[in-house]
């Protein structure tokens, strides 16, 4: 399976972004699907998760101001953040637990700048 992710870009503290992480190739069975971010120079940290039975996790400096959700046609899972800070600057990467493995996506750069 191939992950591609996009969305990301420059908006203004307090601004919105919709990330996508959008699978092809051959589709196995996902346990869950999970975005990180991650500084230069930091270690990568869980955003969100959701669980092939849909049960959604947030990461603390994120909760309440980010949404996963997904399209089980289309096989693609976004990420919906409000209000955005600057510390939320990152790349942002979409991971795929499967049956048949681990998947990364090559990432989305996010900058929340003025």
């Known amino acids: 399976v191939q992950l591609q992710a996009s969305g990301g870009g420059l908006v203004q503290p307090g601004g919105s972004l919709i990330l996508s992480c959008a699978a092809s190739?051959?589709?196995?069975?996902?346990?869950?699907v999970r975005w990180y971010r991650q500084v230069l120079g930091k270690e990568r940290e869980l955003v969100a998760s959701?669980?092939?039975?849909?049960?959604?996790g947030y990461t603390d400096s994120m909760l309440g101001r980010v949404t996963i959700s997904r399209d089980q046609v289309e096989s693609s899972v976004f990420l919906e953040m409000d209000d955005l800070k600057p510390e939320d600057t990152a790349i942002y990467f979409c991971?795929?637990?499967?049956?048949?493995?681990?998947?990364w996506g090559q990432g989305t750069q996010v900058t929340v700048s003025s």
């Open positions: 991971n795929a637990d499967t049956n048949a493995g681990d998947f």
């Open positions: 959701i669980s092939s039975d849909g049960l959604k």
């Open positions: 190739g051959r589709i196995f069975t996902f346990n869950f």
